[in-house]
């Protein structure tokens, strides 16, 4: 490799930069999807549904300006499902209702995001839970089973 060649080589990083450029956020995502690999959880298979299910916590009545819209995900591993329902608050913030479908207050829900230390919260004994003021953003929940029910499972990143 010549002078020459280091010159086309520089001259097309830098239209492939102005074109197409890096995400400013890429190395954060990375990093984040690096450490979700990192605790070991098996994976869980995101399901959209279409409707908010009977028996979902919804949030309390809406602030003048701030929408309404709910969307409902389950997710499934095995015999564990998991539902979050994700609704507008305010200050931009969603509102994160979710339930496993297992009657056991023993499983521990953690909220990751990339950047931020994970949110942890128990679920009660009908598997409810919830994270009341999110940020918007890319976001895992990862849930803790006691080791004799399969340990940890994490949903794919999704955005909030």
Sequence with gaps: MDDADRAVLAHLADVADRIDPMPGDLVERSLFAATLAGLEAEMMEAVHVAEPLAGMRSATAPA???????????????????????????????????????????????????????????ADEDGRFSF?????????????????DGGAVSTPVIEL
């Design 64 to 122: 003048e300006g701030v929408p309404t819209e709910a969307r409902t995900i389950s997710f499934t591993h095995g015999d564990l499902t998991l539902m979050i329902q994700l609704s507008a608050e305010r200050a931009g913030r969603i509102r994160v209702d979710g339930w496993i479908a297992v009657s056991t207050p023993s499983y521990t829900v953690e909220l990751h995001r990339p950047g931020a230390d994970p949110e942890t919260t128990e």
């Design 132 to 148: 009341p003021a999110v940020r918007p953003g890319p976001a895992s929940l990862i849930v803790r089973r006691p080791t004799s």
